[in-house]
């Protein structure tokens, strides 16, 4: 099951510059994307989402945009600090009350250096 | 801030015993869901659960697991004769609510809890 997926395992960013971690999706009924971080031991953190109406939506360092035409969205974080260093997975859901079954991406492993 | 609790936070078993792994979903949540993640592989949605019944659930969540609130407050998942390929790490989730024009609120997840089938 590949509907979901994030091609990058891993991502080595500098303290203070821009992380971008990218997500393509195949199934045309998803219409609502989410991204998570999530620290060993721990569960998924809520981190933004986006409906497919709207093509970016922004909150404080971090800014996700969506490309309905090619299926992608990418997640900006902007400043990178390194306790932003997690893992980070892409999650979409296709709505109505379907909206609580998330299909997830493998997650991308995001290091970032001091 | 209020959190989804899971208990164990690690289990080990024998393959083929049932296994009870517990949820406290966060007080006001309405939508109840577990999920899993086989070590290197993606987080799987297994079920979701609203006002008593299953909403919906996925090929995995085959006629060895259930789902019960017994109380008003617990969520629980029960596998019933555990295999290997269970080996896992079980998360539990809640929502708010599911508008019908849109998603409210977030998917809040617990710590998980690891299950291990020897």
């Known amino acids: 099951d590949q509907q979901v997926k994030q091609n990058s395992p891993s991502l080595s960013v500098q303290e203070g510059r821009i992380s971008i971690l990218n997500c393509d999706y195949t199934n045309s009924m998803f219409d609502y994307f989410l991204w998570y971080k999530k620290y060993p031991a721990e569960g998924p953190t809520f981190l933004i989402s986006i409906s497919s109406i709207k093509d970016k939506n922004e909150d404080g360092r971090f800014t996700v945009f969506l490309n309905k035409s090619a299926k992608h969205l990418s997640l900006h974080i902007v400043p990178s600090q390194p306790g932003d260093s997690a893992v980070y997975f892409c999650?979409?859901?296709?709505?109505?009350?379907?909206?609580?079954?998330?299909?997830f991406g493998q997650g991308t492993i995001l290091t970032v250096h001091p | 801030e209020p959190e989804v609790t899971q208990t164990p936070s690690h289990q080990v078993t024998q393959m083929g015993q049932e296994v009870i792994l517990r949820c406290v979903p966060i007080s006001n949540h309405l939508y109840f869901y577990w999920y899993r993640q086989i070590l290197g592989q993606k987080v799987e949605f297994l079920v979701s659960?609203?006002?008593?019944?299953?909403?919906?659930k996925s090929e995995i969540f085959d006629d060895q697991f259930s789902v019960e609130r017994p109380d008003g407050s617990n969520f629980t998942l029960k596998i019933r004769s555990t295999k290997l390929e269970d080996s896992a790490m079980y998360f539990c989730?809640?929502?708010?609510?599911?508008?019908?024009?849109?998603?409210?609120?977030?998917?809040?997840f617990g710590e998980g809890s690891r299950l291990t089938v020897l």
């Open positions: 999650a979409a859901a296709a709505g109505g009350t379907s909206y609580g079954k998330l299909t």
């Open positions: 989730a809640s929502r708010l609510a599911v508008g019908t024009s849109g998603p409210t609120g977030e998917l809040f």
């Open positions: 659960f609203y006002n008593n019944e299953i909403s919906e």
